[in-house]
């Protein structure tokens, strides 16, 4: 019985979080859902509670699955929407942006509760798990806890004050509090001692006191803050999500009115009309913001379901709209002021002006239904309206830039002697419809220039006549110069039943506000009216005249009179300018030539104290990083990048490569060298000693004639040495012609040539032979020699 209480006291809760959310949405099917999903999580909880705990899952996903699909099928039945398969996975996907963005008071379709649904039921699982299951009913109360604070903080400040659903939150959970406490039984304190029962006492009494303090505590820390919340509002979480943005033609439809106007027959859309005999012109946008150059929309846009206002904000008949798009373009979709219902498609909707747009775009073949409240308004009612000057409307004010004065004097000429901003608007119509002509090739344009040339421009230079356009935003300026909030509306003219719109319906017209309400007004000149000169009732003054200056400049030339003397200019102001310009080339020079040197020595310094940190400061990985980076950037700087395929390793040996400087070689120029003239020298006579052959004996035989031939050969030494010709020891026979250097031990070298007639190394006179080791380094084999 206990666990049943608590589960009806976690129901309850459950239920309260879903009263706290309904309050934003249209009708009573959201809370129907929710209250449906809460009972079978719950339910299916305590009906499985003697099962193991394993099998709650699975039989909660069941469920889930189940009430997913009911919902489904519910809300696009109430919408008129599709509920296939693609319709749930869309919905589910887009459930949050389309609760953020949703205008209020929210249309319960399949993306705006399928996810109230979701959480309700795995909050209603949670809590019943905790409390009925494992008996843990304080903290059963944090699932349906935060769904109650999450409802809450959804529904902002567009709920109701209902002080009844907090406290019957609260009522439940204390009910579920006082079910589940159990009275200790009686043999419990029949088997502790009075000194336990003692001690539990104080403990439980010290637990006591120790809650009421901090309850105490935080009462007076938090209650003044929580005190002074109460008056204000909550914050709102759509502020949080950016709305749809439109293009520059959506944002300012008033530029496509002369296009229009040129293919007056181009078929845009049809419209059929019912519930009034003369219905107003079906608007398609209305632009509230002004820069002095474009007029623009300005809205902030909210996705909307078929209901656009929670109750009726005009009393007026209501009016019904069904179209087809024809030609029509771009996202602003057309309807009747004020729109309260749309049928048909998904719209998006600006809840000040009622600005409705479709995301996806017009197109050809689009069916949908509007109904609205046509207002009618009351001319007697107006005569005493008076208009707002607070901030609220200060947009619908400001005129930002220069005004030209000729537009503010016409301004100031139409409110004199009227009092009443009725009578001021009134005197605006009848200026524009009397003086103006309307004709459909005036080219597009609605600045400050364009609206001046509109009203003083010479009628032969096409000034004084303009679209609707040019006379909805001339009214607008000068209404807003004579204190009446005004904004421009674009849209096409019909009439009751059926119509066919084309461009040339297409016209602009402005809107005054009167005690909060927005009245349309006509300056279109009707078709009998004859247009009047506006030089006979106003013509702006000219800009007043600059003041004569205070000195007259003397005549020169020959306009000078005889007599006058010649005005000499003061040497001072010549010098002086002089002067001047010389020290502006000087101070221009020197910051330039300091800009320069700062350059030149900050950017060296900065690489230095660059390197130095990046080398000595960090980890060892840090370091080795930046010395690998400065190795790279000084080839970089040298004109040798590294190419990026090589290794560690090969870029080493390519950056000692690089390193080496290739120098190119130096062209001189040819140094003319006079000849020099040497002296003859005279050689003297070499007077060789005669060779004195000893006879000799040859012995008859095989060896006869060897003695006297090593004689000769010591003989013929002997005479080398004092004639100072060096013989080799052994030499290849006729060796060719070469040069070879012969170094001594002395460090001297001396020029030698092999003669092919006496083959033999002959050295230059006066050379110290004295060595006792040469090397004769030749191309050809040459063996060691000594000298003898």
Same mark, same amino acid.
């Given at each position: 019985?206990?666990?049943?209480?608590?589960? %009806?006291?976690?129901?309850?809760?459950?239920?309260?979080?879903?009263?706290?959310?309904?309050?934003?949405?249209?009708?009573?099917?959201?809370?129907?859902?929710?209250?449906?999903?809460?009972?079978?999580?719950?339910?299916?909880?305590?009906?499985?509670? +003697?099962?193991?705990?394993?099998?709650?899952?699975?039989?909660?996903?069941?469920?889930?699955?189940?009430?997913?699909?009911?919902?489904?099928?519910?809300?696009?039945?109430?919408?008129?929407?599709?509920? =296939?398969?693609?319709?749930?996975?869309?919905?589910?996907?887009?459930?949050?942006? &389309?609760?953020?963005?949703?205008?209020?008071?929210?249309?319960?379709?399949?993306?705006?509760?399928?996810?109230?649904?979701?959480?309700?039921?795995?909050?209603?699982?949670?809590?019943?798990?905790?409390?009925?299951?494992?008996?843990?009913?304080?903290? @059963?109360?944090?699932?349906?806890?935060?769904?109650?604070?999450?409802?809450?903080?959804?529904?902002?400040?567009? #709920?109701?004050?209902?002080?009844?659903?907090?406290?019957?939150?609260?009522?439940?959970?204390?009910? #579920?509090?006082?079910? @589940?406490?159990?009275?200790?039984?009686?043999?419990?304190?029949?088997? /502790?001692?009075?000194?336990? +029962?003692?001690?539990?006492?104080?403990?439980?009494?010290?637990?006591?006191?120790?809650?009421?303090?901090?309850?105490?505590?935080?009462?007076?820390?938090?209650?003044?803050?929580?005190?002074?919340? %109460?008056?204000?509002?909550?914050?709102?979480? +759509?502020?949080?999500?950016?709305?749809?943005?439109?293009?520059?033609? =959506?944002?300012?439809?008033?530029?496509?009115?002369?296009?229009?106007?040129?293919?007056?027959?181009?078929?845009?859309?049809?419209?059929?009309?019912?519930?009034?005999?003369?219905?107003?012109?079906?608007?398609?946008?209305?632009?509230?913001?002004?820069?002095?150059?474009?007029?623009?929309?300005?809205?902030?846009?909210?996705?909307?379901?078929?209901?656009?206002?929670?109750?009726?904000?005009?009393?007026? *008949?209501?009016?019904?709209?069904?179209? !087809?798009?024809?030609?029509?373009?771009?996202?602003?979709?057309?309807?009747?002021?004020?729109?309260?219902?749309?049928?048909?498609?998904?719209?998006?909707?600006?809840?000040?002006?009622?600005?409705?747009?479709?995301?996806?775009?017009?197109?050809?073949?689009?069916?949908?239904?509007?109904? @609205?409240?046509?207002?009618?308004?009351?001319?007697?009612?107006?005569?005493?309206?008076?208009?707002?000057?607070?901030?609220?409307?200060?947009?619908?004010?400001?005129?930002?830039?220069?005004?030209?004065?000729?537009?503010?004097?016409?301004?100031?000429?139409?409110?004199?002697? %009227?009092?009443?901003?009725?009578?001021?608007?009134?005197?605006?119509?009848?200026?524009?419809?009397?003086?103006?002509?309307?004709?459909?090739?005036?080219?597009?344009?609605?600045?400050?220039?364009?609206?001046?040339?509109? /009203?003083?421009?010479?009628?032969?230079?096409?000034?004084?006549?303009?679209?609707?356009?040019?006379?909805?935003?001339?009214?607008?300026?000068?209404?807003?110069?004579?204190?009446?909030?005004?904004?421009?509306?674009?849209?096409?003219?019909?009439?009751?039943?059926?119509?066919?719109?084309?461009?040339?319906?297409?016209?602009?017209?402005?809107?005054?506000?009167?005690?909060?309400?927005?009245?349309?007004?006509?300056?279109?000149?009707?078709?009998?009216?004859?247009? +009047?000169?506006?030089?006979?009732?106003?013509?702006?003054?000219?800009?007043?005249?600059?003041?004569?200056?205070?000195?007259?400049?003397?005549?020169?030339?020959?306009?000078?009179?005889?007599?006058?003397?010649?005005?000499?200019?003061?040497?001072?102001?010549?010098?002086?300018?002089?002067?001047?310009?010389?020290?502006?080339?000087?101070?221009?020079?020197?910051?330039?030539?300091?800009?320069?040197?700062?350059?030149?020595?900050?950017?060296?310094?900065?690489?230095?104290?660059?390197?130095?940190?990046?080398?000595?400061?960090?980890?060892?990985?840090?370091?080795?990083?930046?010395?690998?980076?400065?190795?790279?950037?000084?080839? !970089?700087?040298?004109? !040798?990048?590294?190419?990026?395929?090589?290794?560690?390793?090969?870029?080493? !040996?390519?950056?000692?490569?690089?390193?080496? &400087?290739?120098?190119?070689?130096?062209?001189?120029?040819?140094?003319?060298?006079?000849?020099?003239?040497?002296?003859?020298?005279?050689?003297?006579?070499?007077?060789?000693?005669?060779?004195?052959?000893?006879?000799?004996?040859?012995? *008859?035989?095989?060896?006869?004639?060897?003695?006297?031939?090593?004689?000769?050969?010591?003989?013929?030494?002997?005479?080398?040495?004092?004639?100072?010709?060096?013989?080799?020891?052994?030499? =290849?026979?006729?060796?060719?012609?070469?040069?070879?250097?012969?170094?001594?031990?002395?460090?001297? @070298?001396?020029?030698?040539?092999?003669?092919?007639?006496?083959?033999?190394?002959?050295?230059?006179?006066?050379?110290?032979?004295?060595?006792?080791?040469?090397?004769?380094?030749?191309?050809?084999?040459?063996?060691?020699?000594?000298?003898?």
């Amino acid at each position: 019985m206990r666990r049943l209480l608590v589960a %009806v006291a976690l129901l309850g809760m459950l239920v309260m979080a879903a009263f706290a959310l309904s309050p934003i949405y249209h009708g009573p099917l959201l809370l129907q859902l929710m209250a449906g999903a809460a009972a079978g999580a719950v339910g299916i909880s305590v009906a499985a509670r +003697r099962l193991p705990g394993w099998s709650a899952a699975p039989l909660s996903v069941l469920g889930l699955t189940a009430a997913v699909m009911i919902a489904m099928r519910v809300s696009s039945a109430a919408a008129g929407v599709a509920g =296939d398969l693609p319709a749930l996975r869309e919905a589910l996907r887009n459930s949050i942006p &389309r609760l953020l963005l949703a205008l209020i008071p929210i249309e319960p379709q399949p993306d705006t509760v399928l996810l109230p649904v979701i959480l309700t039921w795995l909050a209603g699982l949670a809590a019943a798990e905790l409390g009925v299951r494992y008996h843990r009913v304080l903290l @059963s109360y944090a699932p349906p806890t935060v769904l109650f604070g999450g409802a809450l903080y959804l529904v902002g400040p567009n #709920g109701t004050a209902a002080s009844w659903v907090p406290l019957a939150f609260a009522g439940f959970a204390a009910l #579920g509090l006082i079910v @589940s406490n159990r009275p200790p039984p009686a043999e419990s304190d029949q088997r /502790l001692s009075a000194d336990q +029962r003692r001690t539990l006492r104080l403990r439980v009494g010290a637990g006591a006191v120790a809650g009421l303090a901090a309850i105490v505590a935080l009462s007076q820390l938090l209650g003044p803050s929580v005190a002074a919340k %109460v008056g204000t509002s909550p914050a709102e979480p +759509r502020n949080m999500v950016t709305p749809p943005q439109l293009d520059s033609l =959506d944002e300012s439809p008033l530029v496509r009115l002369s296009g229009w106007a040129l293919n007056h027959d181009q078929h845009l859309f049809d419209v059929e009309v019912t519930g009034t005999d003369a219905p107003p012109p079906v608007r398609l946008a209305v632009l509230n913001d002004y820069d002095g150059v474009t007029w623009r929309v300005g809205a902030t846009y909210r996705n909307a379901g078929r209901v656009l206002a929670a109750k009726p904000v005009l009393t007026d *008949p209501q009016v019904r709209q069904v179209f !087809r798009i024809a030609d029509l373009d771009g996202r602003l979709l057309p309807g009747i002021a004020t729109p309260e219902e749309v049928n048909g498609v998904r719209v998006a909707v600006d809840t000040t002006d009622g600005t409705m747009i479709l995301s996806d775009g017009l197109r050809p073949g689009l069916r949908y239904s509007v109904v @609205s409240r046509a207002h009618r308004p009351d001319e007697n009612a107006m005569q005493v309206a008076d208009v707002p000057n607070t901030d609220a409307v200060a947009r619908h004010l400001a005129l930002p830039g220069k005004v030209p004065d000729s537009i503010a004097q016409l301004a100031q000429h139409l409110g004199e002697g %009227v009092s009443s901003p009725y009578q001021k608007a009134f005197a605006i119509v009848g200026w524009l419809s009397e003086h103006y002509k309307v004709v459909g090739d005036a080219p597009s344009g609605h600045a400050y220039p364009n609206v001046e040339y509109f /009203l003083f421009g010479p009628k032969q230079a096409g000034g004084q006549k303009g679209t609707s356009e040019q006379f909805a935003a001339a009214f607008a300026v000068l209404a807003r110069l004579m204190g009446l909030p005004t904004r421009l509306a674009v849209g096409f003219r019909v009439a009751a039943g059926r119509n066919e719109v084309r461009g040339g319906d297409a016209v602009a017209w402005p809107e005054v506000l009167f005690n909060g309400v927005w009245e349309p007004f006509d300056p279109l000149p009707k078709a009998d009216t004859v247009q +009047r000169p506006t030089e006979d009732d106003f013509r702006p003054k000219p800009p007043a005249s600059q003041p004569p200056p205070e000195t007259v400049p003397a005549p020169s030339g020959s306009a000078a009179s005889p007599s006058a003397k010649p005005a000499v200019a003061p040497t001072g102001d010549g010098s002086g300018k002089g002067s001047g310009t010389g020290v502006a080339v000087a101070i221009g020079a020197g910051s330039l030539g300091l800009a320069v040197l700062a350059f030149a020595v900050a950017v060296p310094l900065a690489k230095r104290v660059r390197r130095r940190r990046r080398l000595t400061r960090g980890t060892p990985a840090q370091r080795v990083e930046a010395a690998w980076a400065e190795v790279l950037t000084g080839l !970089r700087l040298a004109g !040798r990048p590294a190419p990026p395929h090589l290794t560690a390793s090969e870029v080493a !040996r390519f950056a000692a490569t690089a390193a080496t &400087r290739l120098r190119r070689p130096r062209l001189r120029r040819p140094r003319l060298r006079r000849p020099r003239l040497r002296r003859p020298r005279l050689r003297r006579p070499r007077l060789r000693r005669p060779r004195l052959r000893r006879p000799g004996l040859r012995r *008859p035989g095989r060896g006869a004639g060897r003695p006297g031939r090593r004689a000769g050969r010591r003989v013929r030494r002997r005479a080398a040495r004092q004639a100072g010709v060096l013989a080799p020891a052994e030499l =290849d026979a006729r060796p060719p012609p070469a040069v070879l250097e012969v170094v001594g031990q002395a460090g001297l @070298s001396a020029w030698v040539r092999v003669s092919h007639a006496t083959n033999r190394l002959l050295l230059p006179a006066g050379r110290d032979c004295s060595v006792s080791r040469c090397v004769l380094d030749i191309a050809m084999p040459i063996r060691l020699c000594r000298a003898l």
